[in-house]
């Protein structure tokens, strides 16, 4: 199942119940954690619910995991990216830039790899070091 970016919604369900099962917790445990119904954590398990932010944080607290990933894995761009594209009018000109040239999928990623590369150089890092995350 993956949404208009090409990622995998389904992703953020098995991590969530992957993350609950390594931490001994049952469905109801979780529910009640975050004040929901064990239907809906067992939905969102289940890939049958898309998470809202403010669940993506507090699955995020609940499991002491990096935010990011949990937004990335359902689907989303984590909200410290969307600020830093929202306050800047010109990355948004770029990406709308990028956006209305139609690229094929191969040049979009030769794209995103030069800025790997611009980015990883300015800070003096590896490229992996960005990618990790």
Do not use: C, W
């Not at 099962?21 to 004040?35: F, S």
């Not at 499991?63 to 306050?87: A, E, M, T």
Request: charge should be positive; hydrophobic fraction near 40%; aromatic fraction near 6%.
């Amino acid at each position: 199942m993956s949404n208009k970016h090409g990622l995998k919604n389904m992703e953020f369900g098995i991590y969530i119940r992957e993350l609950r099962e390594k931490r001994g917790l049952t469905l109801a445990q979780v529910a009640e954690r975050l004040d929901l119904s064990i239907n809906y954590v067992s939905q969102l398990e289940r890939n049958l619910r898309k998470p809202t932010d403010k669940l993506v944080i507090e699955f995020s607290q609940l499991y002491k995991v990096d935010q990011d990933i949990l937004f990335r894995k359902s689907g989303q761009i984590p909200l410290r990216v969307r600020k830093v594209i929202n306050r800047n009018t010109n990355l948004q000109k770029s990406l709308s830039f990028v956006d209305k040239r139609n690229l094929s999928q191969e040049v979009e990623k030769q794209i995103v790899i030069r800025i790997h590369r611009m980015i990883a150089e300015f800070f003096n890092v590896d490229e992996s070091d960005i990618l990790s995350k």
